[in-house]
DNA sequence: TCTGGGGTCCTAGGACCC
DNA sequence: TCTGGGGTCCTAGGACCC
């Protein structure tokens, strides 16, 4: 048996931790450059307000009930993740992150020596008591069904946060009732098609037969098909190494010089290859985009990107951001109001330092130190205390809005919480 | 006025090989 | 005038996830 333990309205509840007096009140998280809401309590949900929606448009509802509104601090949520990912680590032996609040717990031999369900209502507790962030755990055969099983436990109180799919009967009777658009592995596009072909729950999808499924929707259609039907396929091992590495961000304004856009693929690169040497790794190619704002169709739209490929592998922030730069100068149009930008580097392997024979880069070694002396520095006296001149000053137009932050209470000493007796 | 970011996997089709 | 078959690798784009 297989449990998934998910981290309810995650964003939210970790702001509430930090603002015991939201309890039982609507809040809700907003996107890089206050864009769209991301995460939200249900009270927020029962004014009508739904995951994704642009934030302008919903700021009569949040004025009018005085709904709680938080710029989204990655930072602080991925600190109290780790948190609360080390008490799930030390309830059960082996476990797999699957997302910043999401994480499967393998609960097979558990059960020789203890209730599996109890096991896992005594961390959910311990989790609340530790930390203050509340979680729904399912419990199945399969980890699609794990899911189904951790939203039913959201869902019904009855469950006390823990939801077990363990014999047949329950698993027919919890597809009949569950929502086909939210099973993991259907979305939009998938869950049109189904309702086109007549199939309307969960249930009837996996009572089709299993050839018609394959020739409907291939693999990925299929791999739910059969974790539905509890047979698990979803693979189980651990991504070591990721496959790609991006920043990019919407702008706070737009902007239409070459060295503005310059400064922030700069900026973005740089970004790239802190976290490329943080896991001791190295990328073979650099991609470059830009676009102009969508949603202006008073203005002329643009989109391009750009790849190059480096001769080595390589972790040195002078050399990618070299190469971003130049990637830019093909990219870059005049008249165009640029509205994001990012940088995309991939062909990632292991290992900050690379060679060949006949090398143009002679000193690999110290450069890569000068950039990880660059990375010393950031970490300890704060972020861009030492950065490359492109990347400009602090006030560029191009700097996201970030009008309802929290402090990183967790993971900077100056901003830890106050508290007035 | 204001509309997010970071990932993975799959597939079709083109380029290339013998 | 007639112009194959089988295979691999790479990439762009789509779909999906949180």
């Known amino acids: 048996m297989i449990a998934l333990a998910d981290c309810n309205t995650f964003f939210a509840s970790v702001e509430k931790v930090f ?26 949900k029962a004014l009508g307000i739904k995951r994704g929606a642009p934030f302008f448009q919903v700021k009569d509802i949040i004025e009018k009930n005085r709904v709680a509104v938080f710029s989204g601090n990655i930072m602080l949520y991925a600190a109290m993740s780790k948190r609360v990912q080390s008490i799930m680590k030390k309830t059960v032996s082996r476990t797999e992150t699957y997302s910043i609040d999401e ?7 558990y059960e020789r020596f203890c209730d599996p369900e109890q096991l896992m209502r005594d961390m959910v507790v311990k989790i609340r008591l530790w930390t203050d962030i509340p979680v729904s755990v399912g419990i199945a055969r399969t980890k699609t069904l794990a899911k189904v099983a951790s939203k039913f436990a959201k869902q019904y109180k009855g469950y006390r946060s823990v939801c ?30 189904l309702t086109a072909l007549g199939v309307k729950t969960p249930l009837e999808f996996a009572d089709k037969p299993g050839d018609w499924v394959d020739r409907h929707f291939h693999k990925p259609g299929y791999q739910t098909w059969l974790e539905l039907n509890g047979i698990p396929c979803i693979d189980t091992e651990e991504i070591l190494q990721r496959q790609s590495i991006s920043t990019s961000r919407s702008f706070g304004e737009m902007i239409s010089t070459k060295e503005q ?64 730069l130049s990637l830019v100068d093909g990219i870059y149009r005049q008249g165009i109001q640029f509205k994001k930008s990012g940088v995309i580097l991939g062909r990632i392997v292991p290992g900050s ?23 010393l520095l950031n970490h300890r006296f704060g972020i861009k205390t030492v950065g490359l001149a492109v990347e400009g000053g602090k006030s560029e ?22 508290i007035r007796i």
């Open 103 to 109: 994480q499967f717990l393998y609960l097979d031999g």
């Open 261 to 324: 856009l310059k400064a922030s693929v700069a900026h973005f690169a740089a970004s790239c290859c802190n976290t490329l040497r943080s896991q001791d790794s190295s990328a073979g190619s650099v991609t470059v985009f830009a676009c102009s704002n969508r949603f202006r169709e008073d203005l002329e739209q643009y989109a391009n990107m750009a790849t190059a490929y480096l001769d080595v592998p390589s972790s040195d922030t002078l050399e990618i951001t070299a190469a971003a």
């Open 397 to 418: 137009a191009w700097k996201v809005r970030r009008d309802h932050a929290t402090p990183n209470y967790l993971t900077d000493i100056d901003q830890l919480l106050t």
């Open 353 to 375: 330092v690379h060679h060949i024979l006949f090398d143009s880069i002679g000193n690999r070694e110290e450069r890569v130190e000068l950039s990880r002396t660059m990375d």
């Open 164 to 193: 077990t799919i363990d014999t047949e009967e329950k698993r027919r009777k919890a597809l009949s009732m569950f929502d086909l658009a939210d099973v993991w592995g259907i979305g939009r596009k998938t869950y049109e098609k």
């Open 19 to 44: 603002h015991p007096g939201l309890h039982g009140k609507p809040v809700c998280v907003l996107s890089s450059n206050d864009g769209n809401i991301v995460a939200l309590t249900s009270e927020a």
